[in-house]
């Protein structure tokens, strides 16, 4: 079982993309009219259509076939937001900057580490001031919650059933890592993952980790989209 949870996960990302790209191209191929919408939008409805499904896929599929039940609590939604969730938030930041600095330090000496890759975010060409909202709730509010859900809220608490705590969050942040498609980022955020990872266990909530994501994604959004327009 806990080989094939991380596989399961992964399984229900890419399956959530293969069937958004199918629709998009079936959408295409039928002439549907979406050249009223810009390329912005089509790509938030799709990010949101992506995490929704592969949030289904996942956690909803064994709970209807096989009743593998997941619960509020195990996903570390049991309770509202505190304000130690908002604190604890900030102190996480610091702990992930120095330990990915370490990180990409020992991989930038891998003779296969490519410093200078660069994560598609999906948001290439943005020209007016909704594109950037909504290039701002796609990759800063809607992929953060989506992603805590199904990593540090579901994969972790179901792996640590089955194996040791720092194995379940050393195999959680290596998928998360994976996932990414990238070596330097994928170092990065198996760094942020590792904190996000200790927050769900330190708290018992979901929330510190959905509120630190949102602060590394909120600044890359600011790197990536505003600082080019200064």
């Given at each position: 079982?806990?080989?094939?949870?991380?596989?399961?996960?992964?399984?229900g990302?890419?399956?959530?993309?293969?069937?958004?790209?199918?629709?998009?191209?079936?959408?295409?191929?039928?002439k549907?009219?979406?050249?009223d919408?810009?390329?912005?939008?089509?790509?938030?409805?799709?990010?949101?259509?992506?995490?929704?499904?592969a949030?289904?896929?996942?956690?909803?599929?064994?709970?209807?076939?096989?009743?593998?039940?997941?619960?509020?609590?195990?996903?570390?939604?049991?309770?509202n937001m505190?304000?130690?969730?908002?604190?604890?938030?900030?102190?996480?930041?610091?702990?992930?900057?120095?330990?990915?600095?370490?990180?990409?330090?020992?991989?930038?000496?891998?003779?296969?580490?490519?410093?200078?890759?660069?994560?598609?975010?999906?948001f290439?060409q943005?020209?007016?001031?909704?594109?950037?909202?909504?290039?701002?709730?796609?990759?800063?509010?809607?992929?953060?919650?989506?992603?805590?859900?199904?990593?540090?809220?579901?994969?972790?608490?179901?792996?640590?059933?089955?194996?040791?705590?720092?194995?379940?969050?050393?195999v959680?942040?290596?998928?998360?890592?994976?996932?990414?498609?990238?070596?330097?980022?994928?170092?990065?955020?198996?760094?942020?993952?590792?904190?996000?990872?200790?927050?769900?266990?330190?708290?018992?909530?979901?929330?510190?980790?959905?509120?630190?994501?949102?602060?590394?994604?909120?600044?890359?959004?600011?790197?990536?989209?505003?600082?080019?327009?200064?």
């Amino acid at each position: 079982m806990a080989l094939l949870l991380p596989l399961w996960v992964g399984a229900g990302f890419i399956i959530a993309e293969v069937v958004v790209e199918l629709l998009l191209s079936l959408l295409n191929f039928l002439k549907v009219p979406l050249g009223d919408l810009s390329a912005s939008t089509i790509q938030t409805i799709a990010a949101a259509f992506t995490y929704i499904l592969a949030i289904t896929i996942v956690i909803g599929v064994p709970w209807w076939l096989k009743k593998f039940h997941t619960s509020r609590k195990e996903l570390g939604l049991d309770s509202n937001m505190t304000w130690l969730d908002l604190l604890l938030a900030p102190s996480g930041f610091i702990i992930y900057i120095l330990l990915s600095f370490v990180l990409t330090s020992l991989a930038s000496q891998l003779p296969f580490y490519n410093s200078t890759q660069v994560q598609d975010t999906g948001f290439s060409q943005l020209n007016h001031n909704y594109e950037y909202f909504l290039a701002f709730f796609t990759l800063v509010i809607v992929a953060p919650v989506a992603e805590e859900i199904l990593f540090r809220g579901y994969l972790l608490s179901k792996l640590r059933k089955y194996i040791p705590l720092w194995s379940s969050i050393l195999v959680t942040s290596l998928l998360f890592g994976i996932i990414h498609f990238a070596w330097n980022v994928g170092v990065d955020v198996f760094a942020l993952s590792i904190v996000l990872c200790l927050l769900r266990v330190w708290s018992g909530r979901l929330w510190p980790s959905i509120v630190l994501h949102m602060i590394k994604n909120g600044l890359a959004f600011y790197f990536l989209f505003i600082i080019p327009l200064l």
